[in-house]
């Protein structure tokens, strides 16, 4: 992944010092935080990229999910987007393309800590359909300046950034 600008330089070195002082960064056991693989699942047209709405959390955000253990986050990033979008075909674009740290908040019986996140483009299969799963409430199509639900900033430049990326 090429580092453009200084806000993903610091993600990078955030990532890459949480690691160093953590050598279980990739199991959420790690209760300070944890490594996930995130996707930006495109449509076979570029056009737009899919969010869900997350169960857990109440908000619209991209596929993705922990590590637990998977060093390859690509992977992962692949795994968890086909598992909660139900879209079966789906391809995974190598390298990622965007970093971020975010803090999730404390439920029951998990207290707060970081998403040590590395994102991925997606790219979905011609006349594939989405069915979603128990983590979220609903899937939704997201373009660039269209009406409908709309994700947070951190979600939008993932988004924004896969879509240039395939124009």
């Given at each position: 992944m090429a580092i453009t600008?200084?806000?993903?330089?610091?993600?990078?070195?955030?990532?890459?010092?949480?690691?160093a002082e953590h050598p279980d960064a990739?199991?959420?056991?790690?209760?300070?935080g944890h490594l996930t693989g995130s996707a930006a699942v495109v449509d076979p047209g570029r056009r737009a990229a899919l969010i869900?709405?997350?169960?857990?959390?109440d908000r619209w955000l991209q596929p993705g999910g922990h590590a637990d253990g998977q060093a390859d986050l690509a992977d992962v990033a692949l795994k968890e987007a086909t598992e909660e979008t139900g879209i079966q075909g789906l391809e995974v674009v190598q390298p990622a393309i965007d970093l971020d740290v975010h803090v999730i908040p404390?439920?029951?019986g998990e207290p707060e800590h970081l998403h040590l996140d590395v994102r991925f483009v997606v790219v979905a299969p011609p006349n594939c359909a989405s069915e979603g799963n128990h983590e979220s409430h609903d899937l939704a199509w997201w373009a660039p300046d269209a009406d409908g639900p709309e994700p947070d900033e951190s979600t939008q430049r993932l988004l924004r950034k896969a879509l240039a990326t395939l124009e």
């Open positions: 600008d200084e806000h993903q330089r610091s993600f990078r070195d955030q990532i890459l010092g949480f690691c990739l199991h959420r056991t790690c209760l300070s869900m709405h997350h169960v857990k959390l404390a439920r029951p």
